[in-house]
T-cell receptor, first 117, second 112 residues
Framework: KAGVTQTPRYLIKTRGQQVTLSCSPISGHRSVSWYQQTPGQGLQFLFE???????NKGNFPGRFSGRQFSNSRSEMNVSTLELGDSALYLCASRGAGQGAIKDTEAFFGQGTRLTVV | DQQVKQNSPSLSVQEGRISILNCDYTNSMFDYFLWYKKYPAEGPTFLISISSIKDKNEDGRFTVFLNKSAKHLSLHIVPSQPGDSAVYFCAASAGSNYQLIWGAGTKLIIKP
């Protein structure tokens, strides 16, 4: 089956603009998480959506927001972009996430490389 | 407060030898642990996992050991191959929502 698809792969934006990134999870997966990775840093958790509801949230400012649609596809939005937002943004999908420990395994997309100039 | 720690930012190992990557955690409620491998500009890929009811899980060249009393786990790669050069992340989960808590990663370099 198809893996996690993130679009676009690369994006260049100007400071102050906003951006929307998209993630299509593996078919049947209901949990979608977003991460930010900057050079030399690990995976910084942004938020997780499950069945269209935000289930967990990391320590990012309110400029970072997301949503999930009824087909489990998710979008992440960053408003008023700053230079420090330049990063690889990763999306991960998981199964039901409840009652099945195997569903803890996250499957990642290839990421969207965002450059803010 | 970092609940999952990978204290070695990088590790260099000779090809053919054993690579040992370490991970420590502080939350005793963690009950499932995972290792991921990441190449530059790609998403992490799942390698191997272990439940807290076990102390060892093996999959080919990869073995994960869990020491609950020490709150420590390690990933052994034997023998190490050039394609193993990547960043390795340790992750842990606890609770009914299975949120993954990630370490900062260790960059493994396999020398020819």
């Amino acid at each position: 089956k198809a893996g996690v698809t993130q679009t676009p792969r690369y994006l260049i934006k100007t400071r102050g603009q906003q951006v929307t990134l998209s993630c299509s999870p593996i078919s049947g997966h209901r949990s979608v998480s977003w991460y930010q990775q900057t050079p030399g840093q690990g995976l910084q958790f942004l938020f997780e959506y499950f069945s269209e509801t935000q289930r967990n949230k990391g320590n990012f400012p309110g400029r970072f927001s997301g949503r999930q649609f009824s087909n489990s596809r998710s979008e992440m939005n960053v408003s008023t972009l700053e230079l420090g937002d330049s990063a690889l943004y990763l999306c991960a999908s998981r199964g039901a996430g409840q009652g099945a420990i195997k569903d803890t395994e996250a499957f990642f997309g290839q990421g969207t490389r965002l450059t803010v100039v | 407060d970092q609940q999952v720690k990978q204290n070695s930012p990088s590790l260099s190992v000779q090809e053919g030898r054993i690579s040992i990557l370490n991970c420590d955690y502080t939350n005793s409620m963690f009950d499932y642990f995972l290792w991921y491998k990441k190449y530059p500009a790609e998403g992490p890929t799942f390698l191997i996992s272990i439940s807290s009811i076990k102390d060892k899980n093996e999959d080919g060249r990869f073995t994960v050991f869990l020491n609950k009393s020490a709150k420590h786990l390690s990933l052994h790669i034997v023998p190490s191959q050039p394609g193993d050069s990547a960043v390795y992340f340790c992750a842990a989960s606890a609770g009914s929502n299975y949120q993954l808590i990630w370490g900062a990663g260790t960059k493994l370099i396999i020398k020819p």
